[in-house]
């Protein structure tokens, strides 16, 4: 299951982390990210082994929104070794993506 990351605790978690770190940029209102989010929990469960999975509510964490460049949701974030190795936008079927952000395992 996806966790909620707050701006305080990201660079921690990323610090922490010992695999990568998949981060779900999302909001409530937004109909793609409502759409999308039960496709992020599936992989985050399927790939649970390899990378852990994170949401994060760009209205309540708007300055982590902006250190990223946010500025479409839902955005997905694929982190290793604390820096961003990839980024996908839009919603999109589970099948694609796994092909987006198997070859970052």
Same mark, same amino acid.
Request: contains cysteine.
């Given at each position: ?10 660079? @921690?978690? +990323? ?6 770190? @998949?981060? =779900?940029? $999302?909001?409530? $209102? /937004?109909?793609? /990210?409502?759409?999308?989010?039960? &496709? ?15 949401? /994060?509510?760009? =209205?309540?964490?708007?300055? @982590? ?9 839902? &955005? @997905? ?19 694609? +993506? ?6 970052? +395992?």
């Amino acid at each position: 299951m996806a966790k909620a990351i707050t701006g305080t605790e990201f660079d @921690l978690v +990323l610090s922490e982390a010992r695999k990568p770190v @998949l981060v =779900d940029f $999302w909001a409530p $209102w /937004c109909g793609p /990210c409502r759409a999308l989010g039960p &496709t992020v929990e599936e992989v985050g469960q399927d790939f649970a082994d390899r990378m852990d999975v994170y949401k /994060c509510n760009v =209205d309540d964490e708007d300055e @982590l929104a902006a250190r990223f460049r946010i500025v479409s949701i839902p &955005t @997905l974030m694929l982190f290793k070794d604390s820096q961003p190795v990839h980024t996908v936008v839009g919603n999109m079927s589970k099948q694609a +993506l796994v092909a987006e952000i198997e070859p970052y +395992l």
